[in-house]
């Protein structure tokens, strides 16, 4: 972790001396430079939409669970039940990371770009940002069971 913030660091200081390179080189005005009070009569950015804020934790929280189970894998002093354990809950969380993404890479394809879909416990929820139309609900009930194996009863489908 502390090589990605290094590395980033390294990159926007690069990227800030070339900036600065190219404004002296051709004369450019610097960057107006704003005052406290002048910045605080910004307004804020808009809040993501409710599903992309789904997307960016559930990202974010399944990279922080798989680091800490490769941590537990790969550590010598680890027992071996608990190996095998991380191994396994690894292996579980990149398969329905890889079945979410197939189904909401076809829903796209559909027309579907806002999508989410969360499988957990033996459960399929799929998000829609917009209400569906009657025969596509029954195209991605029967994509969804294809895809993931379940029982119809254990997919849901909900707008948003």
Known sequence: ???????????????AALTLTLITEKGLPAAPVFSPEALSTLSPSPSPHPIEAY???RENTRKE???????????????EKIRIMAQEEMTRIIQRN????????????????????????????ILFSTPLQESDAQWIFHLAQEISSLEMENIRLSAC
Do not use: H, W
Not at 69 to 76: D, F, V
Not at 105 to 124: E, M, N, S, V
């Open 65 to 79: 669970e798989t680091s800490a189970l490769s941590a537990l894998a790969e550590n010598p002093e680890t027992d």
């Open 1 to 15: 972790m502390k090589d990605r913030i290094l590395n980033i660091l390294m990159l926007a200081s690069v990227f």
């Open 55 to 57: 997307r960016i934790r």
């Open 98 to 125: 890889e079945m979410e993404m197939a189904l909401e890479a076809a829903l796209i394809a559909r027309g579907y770009p806002d999508a989410l879909c969360i499988f957990q416990a033996g459960t399929l929820t």
